[in-house]
């Protein structure tokens, strides 16, 4: 079993007080870690070796191409440590390991993406009239927690990490208690590529604790989470009492909206992504399955025939396809909605139980579910379930597929599969989605922009506006002129400016 320290200045430490908690594996059942519980007092001393590594400017006072060489390197040494770092995602979190091979590959490309952009970013000089020079410069924020989620625990640290590091800012990351260890990993990769000690800190914990005395602590500068709706308003209301900025990716209820001119299989294929990958935990789950009426039957029914075919098993085997959830609270949250929904007179088409095999009953195992005469009265249309649990839904033309898809609290991603890229565009532009893809599900790159509308959340991941978000504005006005103006010396008209 592992034992895991707080990282703060460059050292393993242990909680002040030396709480541990426990990191339970949903495969077995079984201890997998050990990890520090940070303290209040913890958290301020990262706060405070985060601060310091700021204000002495070992880090933000290196010229951009110098941080984005550090930053290449890390990269370097992500790439041939993704089989290792994958193993441990799924012994700790139980996604397939074909899964998470293949997103941790696509992760040394954050950091080469933003040390480019730190190098690329350019300030302005605006028109400001003659004699006047104005120097508009991007610079750091300053210290900024960051509070991730067990769901994506590399992917979306590295999302927040890589960004805020090459604008110069120092951080502190809060990992969720589910999934820490590859987050510690994170950290210490990135000082053996050459990021100073004190830079990056991570304390260990629960939300309750640990996350709140993050976010409430007075020498954050900028706040970024992501994780569920209700934990986002309350570390966003803490931000707006102290003017400090946020960015929150919250919650999902992501619509895949078919027309019965997708080819079938395709449409099918998708839809199965969208619904299944990551054991449904994801926030752009694509839980709200919408088919033309014209094509419902033929979809339904050869979704439900590929529903029937998904491998669950051990994670760590390459033919899983369907691993477990993530604890035994969100397996009974899962279990939870669905006996509601049938409650409320829903078919349940597929799955909707704990599954059979004995050889799974260690796990944390829910089958597959697809559930049909669902209407938007229903809990479970609104309810963000995070499992695998989808609900089929016909539609009868644009306007109605437009009414159902908007017809929810969130906004963060959805889908539309047509081969009429007009219509595709037409229903985009009508979306109160902050994600769209047409034909695809779930694809992300550290260029493309992700954040949602509505109850999905504040501001925007990846790209430059991204980078933009951990910077702040600091503009110079230079005067040119030969002689200064004498305000108080003249009675003459004179130009404010």
Same mark, same amino acid.
């Given at each position: 079993?592992?034992?895991?320290?707080?990282?703060?200045?460059?050292?393993?430490?242990?909680?002040?007080?030396?709480?541990?908690?426990?990191?339970?594996?949903?495969?077995?059942?079984?201890?997998?870690?050990?990890?520090?519980?940070?303290?209040?007092?913890?958290?301020d001393?990262?706060?405070?070796?985060?601060?310091?590594?700021?204000?002495?400017?070992?880090? =933000?006072?290196?010229?951009?191409?110098?941080r984005?060489?550090?930053?290449?390197?890390?990269?370097?040494?992500?790439s041939?440590?993704?089989?290792?770092?994958?193993?441990?995602?799924?012994?700790?979190?139980?996604?397939?390991?074909?899964?998470?091979r293949?997103?941790?590959?696509?992760?040394?490309?954050w950091?080469?993406?933003?040390? +480019?952009?730190?190098?690329?970013?350019?300030?302005?000089?605006?028109?400001?009239?003659?004699?006047?020079?104005?120097?508009? =410069?991007?610079?750091?924020?300053?210290?900024?927690?960051? %509070?991730?989620?067990?769901?994506?625990?590399?992917?979306?640290?590295?999302?927040?990490?890589?960004?805020?590091v090459?604008?110069?800012?120092?951080?502190?990351?809060?990992?969720?208690?589910?999934?820490?260890?590859?987050?510690?990993?994170?950290?210490?990769?990135?000082e053996?590529a050459?990021?100073?000690?004190?830079?990056?800190?991570v304390?260990?914990?629960?939300?309750?604790?640990?996350?709140r005395?993050?976010?409430?602590?007075?020498?954050?500068?900028?706040?970024?989470?992501?994780?569920?709706?209700?934990?986002? =308003?309350?570390?966003a209301?803490?931000?707006?009492?102290?003017?400090?900025?946020?960015?929150?990716?919250?919650?999902?209820?992501?619509?895949?909206?078919?027309?019965?001119?997708?080819?079938?299989?395709?449409a099918?294929?998708?839809?199965?992504?969208?619904s299944?990958?990551?054991?449904?935990?994801?926030?752009?789950?694509?839980?709200?399955?919408?088919?033309?009426?014209? #094509?419902?039957?033929?979809?339904? #029914?050869?979704?439900?025939?590929r529903?029937?075919?998904?491998r669950?098993?051990?994670?760590?085997?390459?033919?899983?396809?369907?691993?477990?959830?993530?604890s035994?609270?969100?397996?009974?949250?899962?279990?939870?909605?669905?006996?509601? #929904?049938?409650?409320?007179?829903?078919?349940?088409? +597929?799955?909707?139980?704990?599954?059979?095999?004995?050889?799974l009953?260690?796990?944390?195992?829910?089958?597959?579910?697809?559930?049909?005469?669902?209407?938007?009265?229903?809990?479970?249309?609104?309810?963000?379930?995070?499992?695998?649990?989808?609900?089929?839904?016909?539609?009868?033309?644009?306007?109605? +597929?437009?009414?159902?898809?908007?017809?929810?609290?969130?906004?963060?991603?959805?889908?539309?599969?047509?081969?009429?890229?007009?219509?595709?565009?037409?229903?985009?532009d009508?979306?109160?989605?902050?994600?769209?893809?047409?034909?695809?599900?779930?694809?992300?790159?550290?260029?493309?922009?992700?954040?949602?509308?509505?109850?999905?959340?504040?501001?925007?991941?990846?790209?430059?506006?991204?980078?933009?978000?951990?910077?702040?504005?600091?503009?110079?006005? %230079?005067n040119?002129?030969?002689?200064?103006?004498?305000?108080?010396?003249?009675?003459?008209?004179?130009?404010?400016?």
């Amino acid at each position: 079993m592992r034992e895991a320290l707080l990282h703060i200045d460059g050292r393993p430490v242990p909680a002040e007080d030396h709480a541990t908690m426990d990191v339970v594996s949903p495969v077995t059942g079984r201890t997998v870690a050990r990890i520090a519980h940070a303290s209040p007092g913890d958290v301020d001393r990262a706060v405070t070796a985060a601060r310091r590594s700021f204000e002495d400017r070992r880090w =933000r006072g290196i010229a951009p191409r110098e941080r984005a060489r550090v930053l290449n390197r890390a990269a370097a040494l992500l790439s041939e440590r993704v089989h290792d770092l994958a193993a441990l995602e799924t012994e700790q979190i139980g996604r397939p390991i074909r899964e998470m091979r293949a997103q941790l590959a696509r992760l040394p490309e954050w950091l080469e993406y933003f040390g +480019a952009v730190a190098q690329t970013d350019r300030g302005s000089v605006p028109d400001v009239g003659a004699g006047q020079v104005n120097l508009i =410069r991007r610079v750091p924020i300053g210290v900024a927690g960051l %509070i991730t989620p067990w769901n994506h625990p590399l992917l979306i640290t590295m999302k927040k990490v890589s960004v805020a590091v090459a604008a110069g800012n120092s951080v502190v990351i809060k990992p969720s208690e589910l999934g820490p260890l590859v987050p510690l990993e994170l950290a210490r990769l990135l000082e053996e590529a050459g990021v100073p000690t004190g830079v990056v800190n991570v304390v260990t914990g629960a939300g309750a604790t640990t996350g709140r005395a993050l976010s409430e602590h007075r020498g954050i500068d900028k706040l970024d989470v992501t994780g569920g709706t209700e934990t986002g =308003r309350v570390i966003a209301a803490e931000a707006g009492r102290r003017l400090i900025p946020v960015t929150a990716e919250l919650g999902g209820k992501a619509p895949v909206i078919v027309f019965d001119d997708a080819p079938l299989d395709d449409a099918v294929a998708g839809a199965l992504f969208a619904s299944f990958i990551a054991t449904g935990q994801t926030c752009v789950q694509g839980s709200r399955i919408l088919v033309q009426d014209t #094509a419902y039957d033929a979809f339904l #029914a050869r979704l439900l025939e590929r529903v029937g075919g998904l491998r669950l098993g051990d994670p760590a085997d390459t033919a899983t396809q369907i691993g477990p959830l993530v604890s035994a609270v969100q397996r009974d949250r899962v279990a939870s909605a669905v006996e509601q #929904a049938r409650a409320q007179g829903v078919t349940v088409a +597929a799955g909707g139980r704990v599954p059979e095999d004995p050889a799974l009953a260690a796990g944390q195992y829910y089958l597959p579910t697809i559930l049909t005469e669902v209407t938007t009265s229903h809990d479970i249309w609104r309810q963000e379930v995070f499992g695998p649990v989808a609900v089929v839904v016909p539609f009868h033309d644009e306007e109605d +597929a437009i009414r159902l898809a908007n017809d929810a609290d969130f906004g963060l991603a959805g889908s539309i599969w047509t081969h009429d890229t007009a219509r595709g565009l037409r229903m985009v532009d009508r979306l109160d989605i902050g994600i769209v893809w047409i034909n695809d599900h779930h694809r992300v790159d550290p260029a493309s922009p992700w954040g949602g509308m509505k109850d999905s959340g504040i501001g925007s991941e990846n790209a430059i506006e991204a980078f933009h978000a951990y910077t702040q504005m600091k503009s110079t006005v %230079i005067n040119t002129a030969p002689s200064g103006a004498d305000w108080f010396g003249t009675t003459e008209p004179m130009r404010y400016s």
